[in-house]
């Protein structure tokens, strides 16, 4: 498994181009926009897009989802059916947030805890972290010991839980019952800002750092 981080929309989201170095399908994570520049990614790593994964349903995360699906012919999968309301008020979060106007769509497939997502040789297992919002998940290659959490959690911090459907303690318990049990090692991509793993955040994040929780 390779991928590259390319940071799209004012809001500098990192989407994630991933790809199966054996047969070259690749996927890409929460593109939020600049389409151009994700399909360029595609072309110079000779790659064929093989689906578009979502983590959750806010516009810089989706908001050029239904465009690359409709320029190159592939599935939009993903977030939990809890997201669907963000999708379907994509306009006005369109409006809210200063983006470009973007249509409300529905993915061809919604997924739930437990669901396993094939690229090539490569198998993303699926997880349902709420908090941040009610459907969001989270991918993780095992094999590689990488995860592509979006905006659950993040290098030195947590999702924010100030929107309509989050919930701070769900965000708390997903992060520690379903992150944390994945191992220390495991590296992570955030929705925003640089990499880390969970070993780190475990001993220094000053929101579920583990002495937090001591008794």
Same mark, same amino acid.
């Given at each position: ?10 809001? %500098?989201?990192?989407?994630? /181009? ?33 689906k578009i994964l979502l983590t959750h349903g806010h516009i810089d995360h989706v908001g050029g989802a239904a465009v690359l699906a409709k320029a190159t012919g592939v599935a939009i999968i993903g977030p ?38 094939? /690229? ?6 699926? /997880? ?30 947590? #999702? ?8 701070? %303690? ?14 220390? %090692?495991?590296?992570?991509?955030? #929705?925003? #800002? ?8 475990? %001993?220094?994040?000053?929101?579920v750092a583990d002495k937090l929780f001591e008794v």
């Open positions: 498994m390779k991928f590259q981080i390319i940071p799209v929309t004012p809001f %500098q989201q990192n989407c994630s /181009l991933i790809w199966c170095e054996q047969t070259r399908k690749a996927a890409v994570v929460d593109p939020g926009g600049d389409i151009d520049r994700i399909q360029t990614a595609i072309a110079e790593h000779g790659l064929t897009l093989d939990h059916e809890a997201d669907s309301f963000w999708l379907e008020n994509l306009p006005m979060q369109s409006q809210k947030f200063g983006f470009p106007s973007v249509d409300k769509f529905v993915p061809a497939q919604f997924l739930d805890d437990g669901d396993t997502v094939e /690229l090539g040789n490569i198998k993303l297992q699926v /997880l349902h972290c709420p908090g941040h919002t009610p459907g969001h998940i989270v991918f993780v290659d095992t094999a590689a010991n990488m995860a592509w959490v979006g905006d659950v959690l993040f290098r030195g911090s947590i #999702g924010r839980t100030d929107f309509p459907g989050s919930d701070h %303690q769900a965000l708390l318990d997903s992060i520690r019952t379903k992150l944390w049990p994945l191992g220390e %090692q495991v590296e992570f991509v955030p #929705g925003h #800002g640089p990499m880390s793993n969970f070993g780190d955040e475990r %001993q220094h994040n000053p929101f």
